[in-house]
């Protein structure tokens, strides 16, 4: 009888390390969060870091706007703001004034004057460049969209090839996805993100299918 329970006892035991190795499995072959989102108001058919994300450095070629605590920096359609030793993706007040509209916008027309959106953002022509200014009252009609990105891939699945447990991967994700912001047209092109945080993912020894 002791015999019986002692077999039983390790089978079950077995049985609870295999689950657990599957869930480990389960939680390596995590799903790439890439920290972007689709802005799809008025057809504006864009990616974007989300409003709050982190990056290490701001993009090169970024305008800085404002000057002191109210300092910005512009790239891209994309407001960032000092976080500590890094930078905050925020939305701007209005009043801010940029020399040039981003890459993609929307023209749009509200009582028969032009407004520009992209990213969440609405601007006008003002004589210094264009003004970021508060939304429109009226629902607004579109009259000039701007052409869509091409189609991002699939989100991929990541597979460690060094037997990396969850917490690196994790680990290392978060650090090719701050890597990959840094990249030329990264923060305008979800497809060069996406292929950044690919490469750097590579070179950490993971495959991305």
């Known amino acids: 009888m002791k015999t ?4 039983t006892a ?9 689950g657990a190795a599957a869930t480990a499995h389960a939680e390596v072959r995590a799903r ?5 989102v689709f802005d799809n108001r008025y057809h504006h058919d864009h990616y974007y870091p989300a409003p709050g994300y982190v990056a290490p450095v701001v993009p090169h070629g970024a305008v800085i706007v404002g000057a002191g605590p109210g300092r ?6 994309v407001w960032y703001q000092p976080y500590g030793p890094r930078y905050r993706v925020v939305l701007p007040p209005a009043g801010l004034v940029i ?9 749009l027309t509200v009582g028969g004057l032009p407004y520009y959106y992209a990213n ?6 003002v004589p210094e460049g264009y003004a970021v200014v508060a939304p429109p009252p009226e629902p607004v009609a579109q009259v000039q969209p701007a052409p869509p990105p091409p189609a991002p891939k699939a989100e991929p699945i990541i597979y460690p090839r060094n037997g990396q447990s969850g917490e690196q991967l994790e680990s290392d994700r978060r650090e090719c996805n701050r890597w990959a912001t840094t990249q030329p047209n ?24």
């Open 99 to 107: 020399p040039l509209l981003p890459p993609a916008y929307v023209t």
């Open 10 to 18: 390790a089978a079950l035991l077995a049985l609870g390390a295999l």
């Open 4 to 7: 019986l329970l002692r077999s």
């Open 186 to 209: 990264a923060q305008a092109d979800a497809s060069v993100f996406n292929r950044a945080v690919e490469a750097c993912m590579d070179g950490r020894g993971y495959t991305m299918k």
């Open 72 to 77: 910005y920096w512009f790239h891209g359609g």
């Open 32 to 36: 790439v969060n890439i920290g972007m």
């Open 120 to 125: 969440g953002v609405y601007y006008r022509a």
